[in-house]
């Protein structure tokens, strides 16, 4: 769209739950424009297992048409267990486009919303507020369709390239310089990895410490993954931001929504130089699909995350005080009590929907 403050957003609701849980963000993003001088224009497009059960295709050539002509891509959950190519595996755009837009910065932010039970014991005391950055286009995931399976043997193939490689660091010790401006205290970036394994991984590491003194005021460090899966669950108020390669970062990323209260308060944005996907870091949930049970907070923060990202990008304060807004009357409504299904709650997406857009 022409206007500096008019964006034109590509909708994709995907199976499951992801079209339950779009709908309140996208009402979130509708009240949001009705209280500044935000304008979106929103334009639905298919993906997913729905759409190949009908066509044998996982979207459409108009979908990925779309997603490059608009300015931000909105997506709810892609894939079910129950619908799969011939070789098994899962129908999912949401890998596809991160491959055909080059969204390497995959962002899955954690933090415990006061109020919310976490497993951790003392979390709630501690706090979390940690960032998982899922390098997401290469790594284990590169393999993607090109696995070999013979009888007896199965091989895929891990790819780690320089350029993905230092475009991800940058990004991550700009985003660890943002964090430490806006008055985090001993953070740093983290670089999860098996340097002392794989070559891929000490070429990982290598490439992260060349960066890494580019950026003198950022503190840096490296941790294997198997100490950071036993660190986190002890002591995640250690960790500021982190970067991994795309199969540890799926991992971790689950772990970490995982402590701070499941996954239907894990938002997460997949960010290239030019295009960005927004998403819930949680799959389609077919269990409690159709039942007003998902939780819509990730959609809902996932929504502020590209508010916050369109604000860069165009250099638009406003747009940046309305994902802060977001996260604000988020807080207030578990503040508040609001308990969702996910966590032993008796609160489903309408109460969960109608308590945000009342708080905002
Ligand atoms: P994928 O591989 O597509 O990421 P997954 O296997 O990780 O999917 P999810 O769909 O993310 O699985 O969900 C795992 C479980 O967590 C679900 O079965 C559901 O019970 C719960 N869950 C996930 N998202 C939500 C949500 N938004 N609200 C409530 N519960 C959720």
Known sequence: MSANNAFHIAVLGGDGIGPEVMAPALEVLRKIEATTDLRFRFTEAPAGAGHYKETGKSMPDSTIRLCEE??????????LPSVRYPDNTEIAPQIELRMIFDLYAGVRPARLIPGVASSIVGADQKGIDLVVIRE???GLFASMGKGVATENEARETMVITRRTS??????????????????????????????????????????FDETAKRHPDVRADHL?????????????????????????????SDLTAGLIGGMGMAPSADIGDRYAVFQPCHGTAPDIMGQGKANPTAMILSAAMMLNWLADKHDLESAAEAGERIGRAVDKVYAGGIKPFEFGGRNGTADIANAVLAAL
Request: a neutral charge; aromatic letters at 14%.
């Open 70 to 79: 608009a300015d931000a891509i909105l997506l709810g959950a892609c894939g």
């Open 224 to 252: 294997y993954i198997d100490a950071t899966a036993a660190m986190l669950v002890k002591r995640p108020w250690d960790f500021d931001v982190m970067v991994t390669e795309n199969m540890f970062g799926d991992i971790l």
């Open 166 to 207: 230092e475009r991800l660091f940058e990004f991550s010790f700009r985003l660890a310089e943002r964090r430490k401006a806006r008055g985090r205290v001993g953070g740093g970036l983290t670089c999860v990895d098996k340097a002392n394994v794989f070559k891929a991984f000490a070429f990982f590491r290598e490439i």
């Open 136 to 138: 997401s286009t290469e």
